[in-house]
T-cell receptor, first 112, second 113 residues
Framework: DAKTTQPPSMDCAEGRAANLPCNHS???????VYWYRQIHSQGPQYIIH???NNETNEMASLIITEDRKSSTLILPHATLRDTAVYYC?????????????FGKGTHLIIQP | SAVISQKPSRDICQRGTSLTIQCQVD?????MFWYRQQPGQSLTLIAT?????????ESGFVIDKFPISRPNLTFSTLTVSNMSPEDSSIYLC??????????FGQGTRLTVV
């Protein structure tokens, strides 16, 4: 079973920041938080990952709480192309050397 | 990064037949995986494709139904055997690269009639 809890759906206006929450209260000390997204009819795409510190790349920012029991993925300026299902995954190994356990994810809909 | 190509991209098959899906990675990778995504659902790991040895299957998946081959570090196949309509799903190949992220193919959309 997935070790994360996410809201099933969210809306966001185009051009605004999209903030996607994830709860992972049972995360262990050496597990990473990974975010992937799946645009309709495509395979999942890696977004970002982190262990303790906040992370930022060209796609998004990841904010992890100090107790590591929750995190937020931030898409700073959402576009219509960001409409997708976003999956928050906790994993011991980078990228999932044992495979990844996907939960139900959050269906993010960007509104024009 | 890695580019993962799957063939076929989609197929419609008769029940009782088998379909073999191919997955080609454009670079050598250590770990390759197969996932199933049933209609409207999330992805479920079927198995880890091990190079030169038998695949490691997750609970609920068996080798007789989903035989997997991995002859080298860039190629794997998944066969869906003796298909029934319940096997209608998207099947995705994945590879872990550099230990930091997983890359996925575009998937094979299978419909069993």
């Amino acid at each position: 079973d997935a070790k994360t809890t996410q809201p099933p759906s969210m809306d966001c206006a185009e051009g605004r920041a999209a903030n996607l929450p994830c709860n992972h209260s049972t995360i262990s000390g050496n597990e990473y938080v990974y975010w992937y997204r799946q645009i309709h009819s495509q395979g999942p795409q890696y977004i970002i990952h982190g262990l303790k510190n906040n992370e930022t790349n060209e796609m998004a920012s990841l904010i992890i709480t100090e107790d590591r029991k929750s995190s937020t993925l931030i898409l700073p300026h959402a576009t219509l192309r960001d409409t997708a299902v976003y999956y928050c995954i906790v994993s011991l190994s980078g990228g999932g050397a044992d495979g990844l356990t996907f939960g139900k994810g959050t269906h993010l809909i960007i509104q024009p | 990064s890695a580019v993962i190509s799957q063939k076929p991209s989609r197929d419609i098959c008769q029940r009782g037949t088998s379909l073999t899906i191919q997955c080609q990675v454009d670079s050598q990778v250590t770990m390759m995986f197969w996932y199933r995504q049933q209609p409207g659902q999330s992805l479920t790991l079927i198995a880890t494709a091990n190079q030169g040895s038998e695949a490691t299957y997750e609970s609920g998946f068996v080798i007789d139904k989903f035989p997997i081959s991995r002859p080298n570090l860039t190629f794997s196949t998944l066969t869906v055997s003796n298909m029934s309509p319940e096997d209608s799903s998207i099947y995705l190949c994945s590879a872990e690269v550099r230990g930091t992220e997983a890359f996925f193919g575009q998937g094979t959309r299978l419909t069993v009639v």
